[in-house]
């Protein structure tokens, strides 16, 4: 017989029985799925975190439908589509910049027109063919028109152009699924008389924790193979090889993948296109050492004049004497990149380094004020769901936000958790812990290099031993190496894995106010960790290696 569930479980209306709400036939803006199959998804407490937690979704004005997967029958699909009032109910909160309306009658204003002297437009218009080359498509990607934007405020909201005709340019899917998951995270899954005793109890990642729901996501705005969709046209005219040599398109990346991902674009191609510069001294660099090998006398010396010279052996009892001229083949490989145009090239790419870091802070200067990224202020930061449950525990009456009161007032805290009772100590402990961790990575650095001693002391037994093969004793400096390589890799796997967990750990125990906030912490701790885990038998080899011997 099947267990009884509690009556309270049973009093409750499991959501897909629910009439499902009218919705416009789109994609939805985010999904949630729980697996039928799972036995703790469906305990009588699985049942009832998700009815709360959906059942909360929807006070919060979100769209919501239910539906089974055609793929895997035991998966259920919770499709959820945020309407426009929800939409810009959030924006106020999360101080989006939004378009204003125009000014009438100023459509008349027109460009400036060029005294350029017909020299200078010949050069500009051969500049324009070159740049047309390698431009984007405008037919593909149109250029948008620019907009005055301002934080929005629904007090004003008679001056924004904000409508349903525009709905889907206003807020293009990376910035619906944004205020989505903004929800999502702190929304709660337990009853107010349960929120009072655990503060905790709110957001999807716990519930995915917990085993009550499986995975959580946005969707891309159709298949990749779907004509006219902006995952398609991205597909066919930037996510190719063939698309290399042209300008990304910026504003769609940005559109379809939101900011971040887009900033990390504008990187990476403003890095790649001055690294052209720097593989052309490069490669002058390359053909300087090519025509002038013959005449270097350090490789005629090691070719020609030291046919005679004899090296000693590289090791004690199985190497034999050498020649020198041996090694011709390598000082002509030497000499390729390292000649004396070498010493140029040094000098250039450190005035290149000058230059790329100025021009990259006025390119990102411009893709700030044409994205609208700048004039922020640190209040403009939303707090993070941890940080206001941790007020809400230590001011149970003094956060504000109560029910029938403006949204906004439910983020925007004066309070602050005490800096010396509670920041600082979790502070200390955190870096303590860090300093702990890197001071292990070196402790493992030093294992390492005392195994690499002892198998050497070992295997100095066996070559004094006159009864030992000679074949056997070539191959067991290669099994030195080869072995403590291994054994250093294997702890840079391990530790790396255990750094990520208590790097967030860690960061969670300090408190971070915003999530800029936690990401730098959070960024700093993975920085020191991975940096001398991952580098410090570099250093070891570089530096220290052999020169105490």
């Known amino acids: 017989m099947e267990s009884e569930q509690p009556q309270e479980v049973e009093d409750l209306q499991d959501p897909q029985d629910q009439p499902l709400q009218q919705i416009e036939d789109t994609n939805p803006d985010f999904v949630l799925i729980w697996d039928k199959a799972s036995k703790v998804a469906m305990s009588p407490e699985g049942f009832e975190r998700r009815s709360i937690f959906e059942l909360n979704l929807q006070e919060e004005g979100l769209l919501l439908d239910w539906e089974n997967s055609e793929i895997a029958p035991s998966l259920h699909v919770l499709k959820i589509w945020a309407p426009l009032e929800v939409l810009k109910r959030y924006s106020e909160i999360l101080k989006f910049r939004l378009p204003i309306k125009q000014i009438p009658d100023c459509d008349d204003l027109k460009p400036r027109q ?13 500049c324009n063919r070159i740049r047309r080359c390698i431009s984007v498509d405008p037919d593909v990607f149109p250029t948008k028109c620019r907009k005055l934007t301002e934080i929005y405020s629904r007090d004003k909201e008679y001056l924004f152009d904000v409508n349903e005709s525009n709905m889907q340019e206003i807020f293009p899917i990376s910035v619906r699924a944004r205020i989505v998951q903004f929800i999502l995270k702190r929304t709660a899954y337990k009853s107010k008389s349960e929120l009072e005793l655990d503060a905790f109890g709110f957001g999807y990642k716990r519930l995915i924790q917990k085993e009550f729901y499986t995975a959580a996501y946005p969707l891309h705005d159709g298949k990749i193979s779907t004509l006219g969709s902006p995952r398609h046209i991205l597909y066919m005219h930037w996510a190719r090889l063939s698309q290399c040599f042209k300008y990304q398109p910026l504003d769609e990346i940005k559109s379809y993948c939101g900011v971040n991902v887009a900033l990390y674009f504008t990187w990476l191609g403003y890095y790649t296109t001055m690294l052209v510069f720097a593989a052309i001294l490069g490669i002058f660099c390359f053909i300087y050492g090519l025509t002038s090998i013959t005449g270097d006398p350090l490789v005629q010396d090691v070719c020609n004049g030291a046919k005679e010279y004899k090296m000693c052996p590289m090791c004690d009892r199985t190497c034999s004497y050498w020649k020198l001229s041996e090694k011709c083949g390598y000082s002509k490989l030497s000499h390729l990149f390292d000649n004396d145009f070498t010493v140029a090239f040094a000098l250039l790419m450190s005035v290149w380094t000058a230059f790329f870091l100025e021009f990259w802070k006025r390119y990102v200067a411009k893709i700030a004020h044409q994205w609208d990224l700048t004039n922020f202020d640190l209040k403009d930061f939303t707090p993070r769901p941890e940080y206001i449950a941790e007020l809400k525990k ?52 030093i294992g390492v290099i005392v195994y690499r001693i002892w198998i050497t002391l070992v295997l100095s037994e066996l070559y004094s031993n006159p009864d030992a093969p000679e074949h056997d004793l070539a191959w067991l400096p290669l099994v030195v190496s080869i072995s403590a390589a291994c054994l250093n890799l294997t702890f840079i796997f391990l530790f790396g894995k255990i750094y990520q967990r208590l790097a967030e750990r860690l960061t969670e125990m300090e408190f971070p106010r915003t999530p800029q906030d936690f990401e730098a912490s959070y960024s700093l701790k993975i920085y020191l960790l991975e940096f001398m885990n991952n580098y410090s038998s570099i250093f070891y080899v570089a530096f220290f290696k052999g020169a105490f011997t």
Request: no cysteine; proline share 5%; charged share 25%.
């Open 114 to 126: 060029s005294n350029r002297s017909d020299t200078l437009l010949t050069m500009f218009n051969y």
């Open 394 to 445: 230590m001011y149970p009456s003094g956060t504000g936000g109560t029910d029938g009161e403006d949204e906004r007032k439910r983020y925007d805290f004066d309070l602050r958790i005490p800096f010396w009772k509670k920041k600082l100590p979790f502070s200390l402990f955190s870096y303590s812990t860090v300093l702990l961790l890197v001071i292990m990575a070196f402790a493992v650095l």
